[in-house]
């Protein structure tokens, strides 16, 4: 059995409404292994985006237990929920988020160096990231002056930058063209193999989907297997 990266056991979430409640997620259980890709698929508004946000500790549940290369979230302070974020877990969402002022090389970067890298390791680790994901000739452009398709695998090398054992992508291809969607789903799988890195990817695209190794169904505030 592969080593297990993240776990989560009967998760909840629910918000309060004046008097009345509103539950967003049911008692779901989720296990990724060191690897592995997962996606997962649902309707608009069926908390999608909620769940990878507690899944990588950027929210917390209700209820429930999260863990992230054996670490529990629960009694963290934000400060070393940021930390354990910054170490083990990298995001990827529909909108690059770059920092516009900064070149590709500076923004890839930013996580090393607030994780405490020296500025020549993190300088190196990015200029390898960014060799990897094909644009060793754009990293001094600031985000205006790249692409679509180029900002996005900007976006990819930052959120590899640490080595993290999991990367949670939200719509990654989202707001791309299906040309550029498509070499950005190439740049994925190679650096899944690659680097054994596991992949969490919400997403609305089959296609992509059904190129990862599991892939599950968000209905009525439960995780189900998508048959």
């Known amino acids: 059995m592969k080593e297990q990266i993240l776990t989560a056991e009967n998760i909840t979430?629910?918000?309060?409404?004046?008097?009345?409640?509103?539950?967003?997620?049911?008692?779901?259980?989720?296990?990724?292994?060191?690897?592995?890709?997962?996606?997962?698929?649902?309707?608009?508004g069926a908390g999608k985006t909620t769940l990878l946000n507690i899944l990588g500790g950027v929210d917390l549940p209700t209820?429930?237990?999260?863990?992230?290369?054996?670490?529990?979230?629960?009694?963290?302070?934000?400060?070393?929920?940021?930390?354990?974020?910054?170490?083990?877990?990298?995001?990827?969402?529909?909108?690059?988020?770059?920092?516009?002022?900064?070149?590709?090389?500076?923004?890839?970067?930013?996580?090393?160096?607030?994780?405490?890298?020296?500025?020549?390791?993190?300088?190196?680790?990015?200029?390898?990231?960014?060799?990897?994901?094909?644009?060793?000739?754009?990293v001094h452009h600031k985000p205006a002056e790249l692409?679509?398709?180029e900002r996005q695998r900007v976006a990819i090398a930052r959120a590899l930058v640490n080595n993290p054992a999991c990367v949670m992508m939200d719509e990654p291809t989202g707001n791309l063209d299906e040309t550029t969607a498509q070499k950005v789903q190439a740049l994925i799988f190679s650096l899944q193999q690659e680097l054994e890195t596991s992949f969490v990817v919400v997403t609305h695209d089959q296609r992509l989907a059904s190129r990862l190794n599991r892939v599950l169904r968000l209905e009525n505030g439960r995780l189900v297997s998508n048959t």
């Open 13 to 44: 979430k629910a918000y309060k409404e004046g008097k009345s409640s509103l539950t967003i997620f049911d008692g779901i259980d989720f296990s990724l292994e060191k690897g592995e890709s997962v996606a997962i698929l649902g309707s608009s």
């Open 63 to 138: 209820s429930g237990k999260v863990t992230i290369a054996g670490v529990d979230y629960a009694g963290l302070s934000e400060k070393k929920r940021g930390l354990i974020r910054n170490r083990f877990i990298g995001f990827v969402y529909q909108f690059h988020h770059l920092l516009p002022e900064f070149s590709a090389l500076e923004n890839v970067a930013m996580p090393a160096l607030i994780g405490g890298e020296s500025p020549r390791q993190a300088k190196i680790r990015s200029l390898d990231l960014l060799a990897k994901v094909g644009l060793e000739a754009r």
């Open 147 to 149: 692409s679509g398709g």
